[in-house]
Every structure is written in C-alpha cells, then in structure tokens.
C-alpha cells in the first residue's frame, strides 16, 4: 500500500459525487440518466447515491427531471465544471473544525501541531488542482483506465 497517496483523502460522499460526475460526463449528450444506471455502473447503492445525485442537484452541480426519461445530468459541459466545485457542492467544506493528521485532536489556531503548516500548503497546492482540473479531464482518465483493465 503507498501510504503518501492516502493523506490528503476526500470524504466518502466527495469520492461518490466525483464518481457519479465524471460516469455522467461519459453520457453527455446521451440526456438524463437514472440514478439506478449511475449506482450500477459505479457498484454503490442506489439509495445511498440518489442522496448524493439530489444535493448536487440542489446546489447546481446537476439538472434533474422526473418521469420516465428523467433523471440527472450535467448542468453544464464537463469541460466547463470543476472537481472543487463538484467537491464543495458535496459538503466538504462544512463548518468543523480542522483535525489533525497526526494526533487526536483539532489542529490549528493557538495550538498548531509540529506539521500544521506543511499539511496547510499542501492542501492549498491541492485545490489549486481541483480548481484547474474539470470533470472531462476526470472522466478521460478514468475512460483510459477502464480502457486498459485498471477500474
């Protein structure tokens, strides 16, 4: 296991609306899409991701439509939407208080720990990257990997 690329991790629910983005983007085009289709193809629970599908919808990462053809898709071209905006839309940036990556405890403020300000410049380095990194870009790597038996 490369521990270095699970330090800086997503919430579930972040990890599942990228997901559910970057599969939609691979029907753009196609129109809405239901949310059964979208869990089958990702291996998660319908229930569990119709939550999700809805809070993107509410906050304007997605269109939805009910009926027989409705569904979600994207709101806009995916080489218009941003990861940071799919990953705030899902609830990240919620008001608690930052935890410390090495101990148990809050971090930060008067009582920072020995890595405090190098955790704080690498997350900033990193939604620099989602700032600059769209759902189409997302959903190419992921169309590569499946391509080449790697998802």
Do not use: D
Request: hydrophobic letters at 40%; charged letters at 25%; aromatic letters at 4%.
């Amino acid at each position: 296991m490369n521990l270095e690329s699970r330090l800086l991790s997503l919430p579930h629910g972040a990890r599942h609306a990228l997901s559910a983005v970057s599969c939609l983007a691979s029907f753009e085009g196609r129109g809405y899409s239901m949310v059964e289709q979208i869990a089958q193809r990702l291996g998660v629970s319908s229930s569990y991701l119709a939550k999700i599908l809805q809070l993107l919808a509410r906050k304007g990462v997605l269109s939805s439509r009910r009926g027989a053809r409705g569904g979600y898709r994207l709101a806009r071209p995916a080489a218009r939407l941003y990861l940071a905006e799919v990953v705030r839309a899902a609830g990240l940036e919620e008001n608690r208080p930052p935890q410390c990556m090495i101990e148990a405890r809050a971090c930060g403020g008067a009582a920072p720990c020995a890595l405090h300000r190098e955790v704080e410049r690498a997350e900033r380095s990193w939604w620099r990257r989602l700032q600059k990194m769209t759902v189409a870009q997302l959903a190419q790597g992921n169309q590569l990997r499946r391509v080449h038996g790697q998802g």
